[in-house]
């Protein structure tokens, strides 16, 4: 079973950038669907970030623009890069992985993370 643990997350202000990171481990980690999933508090899980087994990377709407999912095949780590962050960004972030699926990836992920927290906050 894939296990998944995530660090970065922190307070910024407005305008600012972090970069979350994913340990990958239990599991070949090259050759599946992964990706970002954010909750704040009081509203519903939100996919935000997704990268298929050849690179291909999707984005929801929100995001689009100002973060950047990536893979290090080489350490079997899963980056989150999140530049120009709003306080509509503060969340509970989870790396996700579906080691069943390698395309057309979806947000319903069977394999989470802990979650870390971002505060987006003057």
């Known amino acids: 079973q894939v296990q998944l643990v995530e660090s970065g997350g922190g307070s910024v202000q407005p305008g600012g950038s972090l970069r979350l990171s994913c340990v990958v481990s239990?599991?070949?980690?090259?050759?599946?669907?992964m990706g970002w999933v954010r909750q704040a508090p009081g509203k519903e899980r939100e996919g935000i970030a997704v990268?298929?087994?050849?690179?291909?990377?999707g984005y929801a709407d929100s995001v689009k623009g100002r973060f950047t999912i990536s893979k290090d095949y080489v350490r079997n780590i899963l980056y989150l890069q999140m530049d120009s962050l709003k306080p509509e960004d503060t969340a509970m972030y989870y790396c996700?992985?579906?080691?069943?699926?390698?395309?057309?990836?979806?947000?319903?992920?069977?394999?989470w993370g802990q979650g870390t927290q971002v505060t987006v906050s003057s």
């Open positions: 996700a992985a579906d080691v069943s699926r390698y395309y057309t990836c979806s947000y319903d992920f069977p394999d």
């Open positions: 990268v298929d087994s050849d690179g291909n990377t």
């Open positions: 239990g599991y070949d980690y090259k050759n599946y669907c």
